[in-house]
């Protein structure tokens, strides 16, 4: 009875492993889908949404500069193309990354 119990806390264990281990790699440092997530809410609530090239919409200094914005994010800002790599960042199809069937998506 106590291997049947430690067996199934462990398959819950790994399987919580799992689910938050996916990352979303970009210009060579890697994020948690979670925080991925995160971003795209940031820059759908700024109304940085439409038709337009997102590289033209996203100011890089407004969202490195907000508080809201998952730490994760910090070292990328500081780097140059930062305003490339967040777009791409807010781009990434994310029901896609879930199933890592998406390349920039790793961890599954």
């Not at 060579?28 to 038709?51: D, I, N, P, W, Y």
Request: net charge positive; glycine share 6%; aromatic share 6%.
């Amino acid at each position: 009875m106590k291997a049947a119990i430690a067996t199934v806390a462990l398959l819950v264990l790994a399987l919580g492993w799992t689910s938050a281990a996916v990352q979303v790699k970009e210009n060579g440092l890697s994020f948690s889908l979670e925080a991925v997530k995160r971003l795209q809410a940031l820059v759908e609530s700024s109304g940085a949404t439409g038709q337009q090239n997102p590289r033209f919409r996203m100011n890089t200094m407004s969202f490195c500069a907000d508080p809201l914005l998952p730490q994760e994010f910090l070292p990328l800002c500081k780097q140059r193309g930062a305003s490339a790599s967040l777009a791409r960042l807010a781009m990434v199809p994310l029901d896609v990354c879930e199933i890592c069937a998406f390349a920039a998506c790793t961890g599954c």
